[in-house]
Every structure is written in structure tokens, then in C-alpha cells.
């Protein structure tokens, strides 16, 4: 059994910096892309960033240059670097990766989700 388990989430106000984490843990052989989403309020998820097993990035228009998606595969762990943080980047904020399990079973795994709040 697979699980990703987030931690980082809270209060800050805008202008602020928080850094999510996401660690990987259970029968794993592998895994290949990893991500965060977001979801707000009455909206639908949206990606955030998402990074390969290579290490290449891939930004939403509204998160770059802010926010900084990196990865450490020999904890199975990504981040997520957030900076100068807006109300609207408030929202529950979700790990996604794509993994390959020890039975060669590939499915993509969600975290529970961490708020993330920012206010004005």
C-alpha cells in the first residue's frame, strides 16, 4: 500500500513564504512525476506545479516566479517553496504522484490535503 502524507500547511500573512512537504512512503518501486494542486472555495483543482523523476518543472502561469517545486527521490519526498504568498493562493493545497508499486501496479496517489490560508 501506497501513501502520501503532506505537512507544511497554516496561517501566513500575504506577502509571506510557507514550504509544503509531501513524503511518499509504503511499497514503492518507483515514481515518476509528482505535484501539487490546489483547490479553493467553489472552484475547481488546478495545477500548481509538477516536477519529472529529472528533475523538469512545469509551472502554472500564476505560480511562476513565485512558487518553486523541487523533489528529493531518495526520501520519495517533493516541495513546494511558496513566496510571496496572495489571498487568493488560500485554498487546500494537494500532493499527486505517479508511482509504480513493488507488484508493478502504477496508479496515481493523492495526499489528504493541507490548508493553506493567506490573509490580507
Known amino acids: 500500500q501506497v501513501q502520501l502524507v503532506e505537512s507544511g500547511g497554516g496561517l501566513v500573512q500575504a506577502g509571506g513564504s510557507l514550504r509544503l512537504s509531501c513524503a511518499a512512503s509504503g511499497s514503492i518501486f518507483s515514481i515518476n512525476a509528482m505535484g501539487w494542486y490546489r483547490q479553493a472555495p467553489g472552484k475547481q483543482r488546478e495545477l500548481v506545479a509538477a516536477?519529472?523523476?529529472?528533475?523538469?518543472?512545469n509551472y502554472a502561469d500564476s505560480m511562476k516566479g513565485r512558487f518553486t517545486i523541487s523533489r528529493d527521490n531518495a526520501k520519495n519526498t517533493v516541495y513546494l517553496q511558496m513566496n510571496s504568498l496572495k489571498p487568493e493562493d488560500t485554498a487546500v493545497y494537494y500532493c499527486?504522484?505517479?508511482?509504480?508499486?513493488?507488484?508493478?501496479?502504477?496508479?496515481?496517489?493523492w495526499g489528504q490535503g493541507t490548508q493553506v490560508t493567506v490573509s490580507s
Open positions: 516536477i519529472t523523476s529529472g528533475g523538469s518543472t
Open positions: 499527486n504522484a505517479d508511482i509504480l508499486d513493488t507488484g508493478w501496479d502504477g496508479n496515481d496517489y
